[in-house]
T-cell receptor, first 117, second 110 residues
Framework: ETGVTQTPRHLVMGMTNKKSLKCEQHLGHNAMYWYKQSAKKPLELMFVYNFKEQTENNSVPSRFSPECPNSSHLFLHLHTLQPEDSALYLC????????????????FGEGSWLTVV | GQNIDQPTEMTATEGAIVQINCTYQTSGFNGLFWYQQHAGEAPTFLSYNVLDGLEEKGRFSSFLSRSKGYSYLLLKELQMKDSASYLCAVDWGYGQNFVFGPGTRLSVLP
């Protein structure tokens, strides 16, 4: 138990579906992240929210839409995905001060396995 | 760019010692992290280095040379359960946050 909870753990969706991934952190952190991990590829940073504001969007296609309603919750809305979007999506959180990371680590959730058919 | 390089795969024998190297671009460096990831699971934190030198934590040690943009993770007395991917990650500071290397898949053989 890392204090970061992701749901659902597994999701199969068609290319025309709309679904959402949910992440909740119970650590009192102020920064949350979405990462994508495809087979045999490095973890790719998708989005970062610091103090509920999006500070990073690494050229992610618009079919992925993040939402951060408060510092404890993060969503990834999925719409008209492609089969190549099938991957493990990891949420993480950390504590940031004005200059960077506090506490020497970020904490990951268990991940959501997404399969697009 | 923020290139981080690691060997793709390594193999070692149970009970042995293995060193996994990581090189990175030095500008804006704010700290280096090592994570362990078993197949199908989330990464788990192993170590953190921000100053030069060796940090020891049980069977695992991590070394950093900031001027060379170089780190290694040293695993001693290898066990079968150490078979996993080992991810080097660099914190380049506020707004740029974490970037992970490609990971090194370690296989420990009996």
């Amino acid at each position: 138990e890392t204090g970061v909870t992701q749901t659902p753990r597994h999701l199969v969706m068609g290319m025309t579906n709309k679904k959402s991934l949910k992440c909740e952190q119970h650590l009192g952190h102020n920064a949350m992240y979405w990462y994508k991990q495809s087979a045999k590829k490095p973890l790719e940073l998708m989005f970062v929210y610091n103090f509920k504001e999006q500070t990073e969007n690494n050229s992610v296609p618009s079919r992925f839409s993040p939402e951060c309603p408060n510092s404890s919750h993060l969503f990834l809305h999925l719409h008209t995905l492609q089969p190549e979007d099938s991957a493990l999506y990891l949420c993480a959180s950390s504590q940031e001060d004005g200059t960077g990371l506090v506490g020497n680590t970020i904490y990951f959730g268990e991940g959501s396995w997404l399969t697009v058919v | 760019g923020q290139n981080i390089d690691q060997p793709t795969e390594m193999t070692a024998t149970e009970g042995a010692i293995v060193q996994i190297n990581c090189t990175y671009q030095t500008s804006g460096f704010n700290g280096l992290f090592w994570y362990q990831q078993h197949a199908g699971e989330a990464p788990t934190f192993l170590s953190y280095n921000v100053l030069d030198g060796l940090e020891e934590k049980g069977r695992f040690s991590s070394f950093l040379s900031r001027s060379k943009g170089y780190s290694y993770l040293l695993l001693k007395e290898l066990q079968m359960k150490d078979s996993a991917s080992y991810l080097c990650a660099v914190d380049w500071g506020y707004g740029q946050n974490f970037v992970f290397g490609p990971g090194t898949r370690l296989s420990v053989l009996p």
